[in-house]
């Protein structure tokens, strides 16, 4: 099928790569023997005028030419016009058959087969003098030559003669195949499809026949009707065995140091199993084809299941006719590719209906005629449709709407990675909508599942705001390159529907989390889904450029702070040093650009220092500590409030995450000292060494939050 | 398990809101749409409450007899259909020679058939005037497939193997309107035959004009629906018995049979009638108070709560119509009131 990768752009170079060679060699043995010409330009002038008739056996000079180029062909391949030479020589029969088939045999272009070459073969070909073992090998030296054939117009052109050998009952297979290399819609006339179905009539199925009428009917359905078994064997067989090992070392012998981009073909994802598919058959992806042209369409119009790579695609990007089943798109790279460029309405609207009722169909209305056993058809389902939202960074609105009926039945297990991956594709939509038809239902599943399934939801949430975020960003800055296109105050309502929404989505996963975090008594992995979010949020404004400061609730900030794992304590700090500089930046932005429109709240500078001031007296203060920790602390978190009173045993040196740092330190400090005294590294001098010590253990969060919050000349309170 | 669901329990369906033109897009072009949700695009579709209340109407004045009569002899299998892109009434022609090389093609796969030529089926694609109550309707669509036997004389009449239509009667109008103008909705497809033809059938319609095929179930709210609907057209059209099947979830499933006298049935009927719904609905409490009665009366004598199971089948005289999605329709005078409700059934199943 994907023969016909264009390879024009490396012909030229390997070509003078090939003629660089023959430069080196030949001044090489100009320098050696002077007199002496290139003998295999010698070889070839022979095989030119060679007159017919000429003996064969005991012809010395036949034998070493043939050698000799036998020996180059093998080699390094043979230059086009080289190549021509010898197919005039072989296929006009001068010296027989059984050299025509010698040399047809080593005859290994380097680089290009000229097409005039490959017309004048079959000339020869249709002369009918050829014996057919020789014309069968023809054939199939053009079927393993035929990408490196270098235009195909004039091939196109003679396409009659071609088709005048298909009733012959040797030949038909290798002429089948020649014929669906080269059928375009022009070549498909009713008196062709007649004979190639007389044909069909008398010699059976034959699948090189089957497949040609196949390509017929793609290109013109209203002549064809025609449907394959659903086993179907490979419809052509290689006929390149006696050059595939020569050609592949050749090519790769010449090919030059630039490698050509990867082909992107027309690869059919691999079915499932076939077995069952009467009854499976809504999960199958249909096959590119083109509809009916009862309506004349315009002339010009490419076929998507024709073009076979990226740069014939984008030639004939114009021209695409849709194909009938706007599903089918996703069966392929180059159509999603091709999706990407769709603006039509109904199209879209056609794949949302096919994929919708896909979903709806496996998922909701569960029509599986009771064998729910066979779970991996509809999981491969999922995984491709999350790769094509991937790659089109978008969501289809029919699987928005599939999931949103879908979470309302779920139980949270059903191939819950591939629906939590789908969740988190769902674009910004008003809060309400949001509300009732993501939040409500996600919450209840959280909070009734195992602590897998909620760090599954708070990064699903994440991957969420990500995208929207991501998406917003590149809307601003879209904006700003052409703002003739928008007015601002349209954008201004958006915006602050956007900011509406993403404030909501933070709180959201601030009371998921808390209230998760205190359910699986503060499990470590829940602990560092949540910190995760809180990496992206606390970044949004120098990230994303969008003016939102938001905190994490105490439920989270506390547990993390208290928490017996240090590299949660580290991320912490790492989160609270980026709200920080997010802070200032916004801040000094402020002070410049004096913009009414940017206003940040007092209350978010409060809250933070809030936070700063009970974080900083917690790690860094070892005295009791005034904290006011505000209201906000849920009444179920009264006991971090009374912890809090103790929190001189929560400093860097007395942490429960650090502790074991510290005695590490103390001893590397004291080793001779059995009685390890902790106070003792709050002595001045031996504080910095600590901390430096800290640092060096990889707490780069910790180091830069210190760094930035600390005065480094204070000492810790109740030092010496 | 969505078809569980009653009526009572949730008036709206579970997706209230849909989106129709504005898909996946290219957002990066036009920042607006992506958040612009006008109320123009949000439509509701609800399960109605209310009911014209069916009246006797004598359709061969407005329908073809003996095209009536080809719809109201089989039994049908219902399926739902998306709406089809680029169907065209005017090339019904073409779609007949189509479909008959397709189902050649299909029978004898591998093998290439040319389109136009006799095969051993004739399709015949017909439009059925009259059916449609609204303008927005499509017109309904009739397909009928014949096959010729192998050793046929030449004067043999073709024998009907197959029969299917296309309908839509009463669609919901925000639905319609709401698609593009390359679609046609017809969203009910009832057929009746081999089920080997019905999948190459639909497998044609797939590839033909993109659309997709579902089964169409009737839960018990629409079957209750019908029983009271059929039940009301008692005095002007003798519905002879009003028969009711349960399967009850005990170990193992006990169905029920219950058959009730056509005068008794009416008459809980006109009982439970409320008197400001005179004017020719029939509201949803009036058939639930219907049903309740019904199973009232069951549980005096047997014991046995019917509430507690699922309704399967409801029959008379007029027609019968399963849970499974096999309806027939025995009396044409009632076939608009019929139509709309498995119309609305099938247009409440459309993914978008």
Redesign the interface.
Same mark, same amino acid.
């Given at each position: 099928m994907s023969k016909t990768m264009s390879k024009s752009h490396n012909v030229s170079e390997a070509e003078s790569c090939i003629h660089g060679a023959a430069n080196r060699s030949s001044r090489r043995s100009e320098r050696r023997r002077a007199d002496v010409e290139d003998p295999f330009g010698r070889a070839l002038e022979y095989f030119s005028q060679v007159k017919a008739g000429t003996p064969v056996k005991g012809n010395d000079a036949l034998e070493n030419n043939l050698v000799l180029v036998e020996r180059v062909a093998l080699g390094r391949g043979l230059p086009p016009g080289a190549v021509a030479t010898l197919l005039d020589f072989a296929l006009s029969l001068r010296l027989g058959s059984s050299v025509c088939s010698r040399v047809l045999k080593f005859l290994i272009p380097a680089s290009a087969v000229p097409q005039d070459s490959v017309v004048r073969g079959v000339s020869w070909f249709c002369m009918g003098k050829m014996p057919v073992s020789a014309q069968i090998l023809f054939l199939r030296w053009i079927l393993t030559m035929f990408d490196l054939i270098d235009s195909k117009d004039q091939l196109r052109s003679i396409y009659g003669f071609i088709f005048s050998f298909v009733t012959d009952e040797v030949l038909s297979p290798y002429v089948c195949h020649l014929l669906y290399l080269l059928t375009t819609k022009e070549h498909v006339q009713p008196f062709r499809?007649?004979k190639?179905?007389e044909v069909?009539a008398k010699m059976g199925?034959q699948p090189p026949l089957?497949q040609l009428?196949?390509l017929?009917?793609v290109l013109c359905p209203?002549?064809?009707?025609?449907?394959?078994?659903?086993k179907?064997r490979g419809g052509f067989k290689n006929h390149n065995l006696p050059w595939k090992t020569a050609l592949a070392a050749v090519l790769k012998k010449n090919k030059t140091a630039e490698a050509p981009s990867p082909p992107l073909s027309l690869d059919i994802k691999e079915k499932a199993s076939t077995r069952k598919r009467?009854k499976l058959h809504?999960l199958e992806v249909?096959q590119l084809?083109c509809?009916?042209e009862?309506?004349s369409s315009r002339g010009k119009a490419v076929h998507l299941q024709q073009l076979r790579s990226f740069a014939q695609l984008l030639q004939n990007l114009d021209n695409i006719e849709l194909p009938?089943?706007?599903?089918s798109l996703l069966s392929s790279s180059l159509a999603l590719h091709y999706l990407?460029c769709v603006?039509d309405?109904?199209a879209?609207?056609?794949?949302?209906?096919?994929?919708?009722?896909?979903?709806?169909?496996e998922f909701?209305?569960?029509?599986r005629d009771g064998n729910p056993e066979n779970s991996t058809e509809p999981s491969q389902f999922l995984d491709m449709l999350i790769s094509t939202q991937d790659f089109?960074q978008?969501?289809?609105?029919?699987s928005e $709407? $599939?999931l949103?009926?879908f979470l309302?039945?779920w139980d949270g297990s059903l191939h819950q990675p591939q629906i939590l991956s789908l969740l988190s594709d769902i674009?910004?939509?008003?809060v309400s909508?949001m509300k009732m038809?993501l939040f409500e239902p996600l919450q209840q599943l959280y909070f009734t599942s195992s602590v897998f399934f909620k760090c599954g939801v708070i990064e699903c949430l994440r991957s969420m705001l990500w995208k929207w975020l991501t998406?917003h960003f590149?809307?601003t800055s879209?904006?700003e390159l052409d703002v003739s296109l928008?007015s601002s105050r349209?954008?201004n309502l958006?915006m602050s529907?956007?900011l509406e929404l993403v404030t909501e989505l933070v709180q959201y996963v601030g009371r998921l989390a808390s209230a998760g975090l205190q359910l699986e008594n503060y499990h470590i992995l829940l602990h560092h889904q949540t910190l995760n979010f809180y990496e992206l949020v606390c970044d949004v404004y120098l990230k994303f450029n969008l003016p939102l400061f938001l905190l994490p609730p105490s439920g989270v900030i506390f547990p993390s702070l208290l928490a017996t794992d240090p590299v949660t304590v580290d991320r912490l700090g790492y989160v609270i040093f980026r709200y920080r500089q997010n802070l200032m930046s916004a801040k000094e932005h402020k002070q410049q650009k004096k913009e009414p429109s940017f206003h940040i709240s007092r209350d978010v500078f409060r809250e933070f220092n809030l936070l700063m001031v009970a974080v900083v007296s917690c790690l860094w203060i070892s005295k009791d500590c005034q904290v006011d920790v505000g209201t906000d602390v849920h009444k179920a978190l009264v006991p971090l409030r009374t912890m809090l009173s103790y929190c001189k045993n929560y400093n860097l040196i007395h942490h429960p995450a650090f502790l074991n740092y510290a005695i590490e330190f103390h001893q590397k400090c004291w080793p001779e000292q059995t009685n390890v005294d902790l106070s003792s590294i709050q002595g001045k001098k031996y504080w910095y060494w600590y901390l430096e010590f800290l640092f060096s253990q990889g707490f780069d969060g910790l180091k830069d939050f210190i760094q930035n919050n600390m005065d480094h000349q204070s000492t810790p309170v109740g030092g010496h | 398990?969505?078809?569980g669901r009653s009526a009572m329990e949730s008036p709206v369906t =579970?997706?209230p809101?849909?989106? =129709?033109?504005?898909?996946?897009?290219?957002?990066?072009f036009e920042?607006?749409s992506? /958040?612009a949700?006008t109320s123009g695009q949000l439509t509701i579709l609800r399960i109605p409450t209310t009911r014209e209340a069916p009246r006797a109407r004598n359709i061969a004045e407005r329908v073809d007899p003996e095209q009536v009569t080809l719809l109201i002899k089989n039994e049908w299998k219902l399926s739902y259909v998306?709406?089809l892109?680029?169907f065209?009434h005017t090339?019904l022609k073409?779609y007949s020679k189509?479909l008959s090389? /397709?189902i050649?093609?299909?029978k004898q796969?591998?093998?290439?058939?040319?389109?136009g030529l006799e095969t051993g089926y004739r399709v015949t694609f017909s439009t059925v005037l009259g059916i449609a109550e609204t303008d927005e309707d499509a017109e309904t669509v009739f397909i009928q497939i014949q096959s010729k036997p192998m050793f046929a004389a030449t004067g043999d009449a073709l024998k009907v193997v197959w029969s299917g239509w296309l309908t839509c009667v009463n669609g919901s109008p925000e639905y319609l309107h709401s698609l593009?103008p390359? /679609?046609v909705s017809l969203p009910l497809f009832c057929s009746s035959g081999p089920e080997n033809i019905t999948?190459v059938v639909k497998s044609w319609f797939?590839?033909?004009f993109?659309?997709?095929f579902?089964?169409l179930g009737l839960d018990s709210t629409s079957l209750q629906w019908l029983c009271a609907l059929w039940t009301g057209c008692h005095p002007d059209n003798n519905i002879r018995y009003l028969r009711l099947l349960w399967t009850l979830p005990t170990q193992p499933p006990l169905d029920v049979s219950y058959t009730v006298n056509p005068q008794d049935a009416w008459e809980l009927w006109n009982s439970v009638r409320q008197e400001d719904s005179v004017d020719g609905t029939v509201g949803i409490d009036e058939v639930k108070h219907f049903m309740a009665g019904l199973e009232s009366h069951f549980f005096r004598h047997f014991k046995i709560y019917l509430s507690s199971g699922t309704l399967r089948k409801v029959s008379t005289a007029l027609g019968s119509a399963q849970q499974d999605g096999k309806v027939k329709i025995l009396c044409s005078d009632y076939l608009a009131t019929v139509l709309t409700l498995l119309t609305e059934c099938a247009i409440l199943?459309?993914?978008?």
């Open positions: 499809v007649r190639l179905l069909q199925r089957t009428l196949a017929y009917k209203e002549m064809i009707a025609i449907s394959m078994p659903s179907t009467k809504h249909p084809s509809g009916p009862i309506e009938a089943q706007m599903g990407d603006h309405e109904s879209l609207l056609r794949l949302n209906f096919w994929l919708g009722s896909v979903l709806h169909e909701l209305f569960c029509s089109l978008e969501c289809f609105s029919s $709407f $599939f949103f009926k309302a039945m674009p910004p939509l008003p909508r038809f998406w590149v809307q879209h904006k928008s349209t954008m958006h529907e956007f | 398990m969505m078809e =579970r997706l809101t849909r989106r =129709r033109t504005k898909s996946y897009g290219r957002s990066c920042a607006s992506r /958040f949700y998306t709406p892109y680029r065209r090339h073409k189509h090389a /397709f050649a093609a299909e796969q591998g093998t290439a058939v040319e389109v593009l390359d /679609f999948v797939e590839k033909m993109d659309c997709r579902g089964s199943k459309m993914p978008i």
